[in-house]
């Protein structure tokens, strides 16, 4: 999407250099390499229990690296808190949209906009509506009641309220019909217009592959083929054993 971006003089937006990270004394990831420039979308696929979902948690600081290298934009970031992290621009949209569902659309984003000072509430939510109009249909309507995928644009929205330069996005179409899905995309795909660099995580490719400069497969804890979509097929039919990737 943004590959017109790129400059191999300039620092990656993001690169992690043979990441471990384990929960407890269980290794997850053992050893992932990885390079998104700027401004392009990168989608992290594979099979269930790969390691994707963590390596996104290594990323937004949550669970720091037992070996390797985490950069973001030339910052070596190893170890740094969520919250110095969203402020050099890394917002993550997790599984399951984590939105309040007993707030109302609005109160969402007013919750949001707590975090910035710089724009009005007003401001946040004339953007918010205008991405994605369905919130503004429902802006009074509690969040719990919406459709999932209505939640999933909300939560989107709620990420772009700090204007983040990398965003994560952890299984995106997680439970919702392809139309709906095909619909989030092409707003993953105008962020990345607007120069916003992702990282997407999705279990099933093909929804997500339309909209990717380059794509990685994770299996057993490592990125283990890199490409650009259009070279991943056969890579990503033996990764899933000719299943779930079509
Ligand atoms: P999925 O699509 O199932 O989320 P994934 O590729 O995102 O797959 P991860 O969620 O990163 O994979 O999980 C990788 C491995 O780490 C799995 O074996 C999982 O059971 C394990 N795991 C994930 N989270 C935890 C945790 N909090 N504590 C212990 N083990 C975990």
Redesign the pocket.
Known sequence: MGRSTVDDDVAPALELRGVRAA?GR?E?LRGVDLVVPHGCVFALL?P???????TLNVINGRLPPTQGCVHIGGVHVNGASTARLARAGVCSVP?GRGVFPNLTVDENLLLATYSTDERSADEIRARAFARFPRLGERRNQVAGTLSGGEQQMLAMARALTVDPSLLLLD?LSMGLAPVIVEGLYEAVADLAREGITILL?E?FARMALPVADYAGI?VHGRIAVVGEPGDLAGDLDAAYLGGSAA
């Open positions: 929960y269980i997850v594979g269930n229990g790969g390691g994707k979902t963590t599984e299984e995580v279990q994770m």
